[in-house]
């Protein structure tokens, strides 16, 4: 099952400069989508969303774009600060509820 | 900050044993999650659960799996009889309504069967 996937499993970034995630999936009646975070040891936690009816979302350092003919979202956080250095889970689901598909994650670690 | 905890964090148990797995949720949250991961796995979504019942479950949530909110405060995942590949971290989580996409995660349980 491969409906969400980042291909990514790793992103070094410098502090400072930009992090992209990149999240592609294949079910086009996904029509909402998530961006968690997970700090070892803890649960993920919610930073963004995006409803397909955008292109794009923005929430202070955190920009999510969603280009649906690419079936193609990424993740923008810039400036990248050390304590960003998390796993990255893109989700998505159609319809309503929790039953969101999860991607497996990109590490991204944040060097100072 | 109110948060959704889970106990205990660790639990060993043998296989064919029955495990129950503990939650307590944000307390003014209506709805209910449980999700797992399987080790070097995606998180995946279990069950839903609203006003005392089940609102939307995933295939790998079958007859084996219950889940209850035996008082005004615990949430509980019952597994009644665990195998090998029930191995996994367990997270619950919860939201406000079911209009309200993002859910608040507790920090798992991790369940090894033996």
């Known amino acids: 099952d491969q409906q969400v996937k980042q291909n990514s499993p790793s992103l070094s970034v410098q502090e400072g400069r930009i992090s992209i995630l990149n999240c592609d999936y294949t079910?086009?009646?996904?029509?909402?989508f998530l961006w968690y975070k997970k700090y070892p040891a803890e649960g993920p936690t919610f930073l963004i969303s995006?409803?397909?009816?955008?292109d794009k979302n923005e929430d202070g350092r955190f920009t999510v774009f969603l280009n649906k003919s690419a079936k193609h979202l990424s993740l923008h956080i810039v400036p990248s600060q050390p304590g960003d250095s998390a796993v990255y889970f893109c989700?998505?689901?159609f319809g309503y509820g929790q039953n969101f598909v999860f991607g497996p994650g990109t590490r991204l670690s944040v060097l100072p | 900050e109110p948060e959704v905890t889970q106990t205990p964090s660790h639990q060993v148990t043998q296989m064919g044993q029955e495990v129950i797995l503990r939650c307590v949720p944000i307390s003014n949250h209506l709805y209910f999650y449980w999700y797992r991961q399987i080790l070097g796995q995606k998180v995946e979504f279990l069950v839903s659960f609203y006003n005392n019942e089940i609102s939307e479950k995933s295939e790998i949530f079958d007859d084996q799996f219950s889940v209850e909110r035996p008082d005004g405060s615990n949430f509980t995942l019952k597994i009644r009889s665990t195998k090998l590949e029930d191995s996994a971290m367990y997270f619950c989580?919860?939201?406000?309504?079911?209009?309200?996409?993002?859910?608040?995660f507790g920090q798992g349980t991790r369940l090894t069967v033996v």
């Open positions: 995006i409803s397909s009816i955008k």
């Open positions: 989580a919860s939201n406000r309504g079911q209009g309200i996409t993002e859910a608040f």
């Open positions: 989700a998505a689901r």
């Open positions: 079910n086009s009646m996904f029509d909402y």
